[in-house]
């Protein structure tokens, strides 16, 4: 196919690029290591940033093509469509959405818990889990990504991605609680924190274009998880940690979107509708450039 036939009209920047949304954190390296928007056969741009970013320029049109948190996916799913066979997700522990408290989580119900400011779905994962599987009723406060300066002002500190993992290794003080184990346990679904989603726009004016950004995507995966190396020496060159380290956390994560990983999605939004996270319910819909899947509960 020519991707450069598909006109790209009110998604264009001026410049006439294509605005691909890169997660930041590390949990996502596999999906981007090898993918290279300069071996598109049209103009694209990578935009590097944490999930709150991505998030809002996803939503208001500003990134056509990307990954997003999967909360943010829900707010605006009227406006997006998920890529296929793309997510960051476990099955039982994810090793960095971390709640670090002064006391057991069983003593958390009605304590003061700080929120990183950096990510939606996993703070609402840790409102729907307490209410749901404690039926507690913390008071929640939102702050920069600081563990001394939260557990400061507060019970409990939840810290994601690179934070959370830097925490972690530190950390010698705190109860520790995964929010991918314990949504495990609580629902027996495996839990998906990001998602790649493209914005439906873009798929009506550029179809071609975003099949082939879909593809870059997918293939960076396949050869990312075949060939983890080069990325566990950048994150140690990064971040820091050991080769075990990095080998397990990355083994440990899934980046597909099964069956199983789209019904606890579905489970989540349920969830999240009835706290009222989510002002309605959410149905995902895939596109796999020929035609639209709904997601069944």
Known sequence: MNYLQDGVTTMSRPDGKTVIGKISYTNAW????????????FPAELL?????????????????????SSFAYGQAADKLLLLPDLSVSS????????LFSQKPLSQLVHSRIALTNTSATSVNLLKILMKKSLNGSPEF??????LDLMMASADGALLIGDHAIKASWSNHKYHVTDLGRWWKEYTGC?????????????????????????????????KGLSELQPIIDEA?????????????YFSNLEYDLDD??????????????????LPSRVYPEIWNDKFVVQVKE
Request: charged share 15%; net charge neutral.
């Open 91 to 98: 099955d039982g522990d994810v090793k960095s959405i971390l």
């Open 30 to 41: 596999p999906l981007f290591h090898y993918a290279d928007p300069g071996k598109l056969p």
């Open 141 to 146: 406060i939102t702050m920069e990504p600081d």
């Open 260 to 277: 199983g990983k789209q019904q606890g999605l579905q489970l989540y939004f349920k969830y999240a509708h009835e706290l009222g996270l």
């Open 236 to 248: 140690r060159a990064v971040i820091g940690g050991s080769q075990e380290y990095w080998q397990t």
């Open 190 to 222: 495996s839990m998906t924190y990001a998602v790649w989603a493209v914005n439906r726009a873009a798929v009506q004016q550029s179809p071609g274009r975003m099949k082939a950004i879909m593809e870059m995507f997918q293939a960076s995966k396949s």
């Open 48 to 68: 590097t940033a944490v999930p709150a970013v991505l998030n809002q320029g996803m939503q208001q049109g500003s990134i056509h093509i990307g990954a997003l």
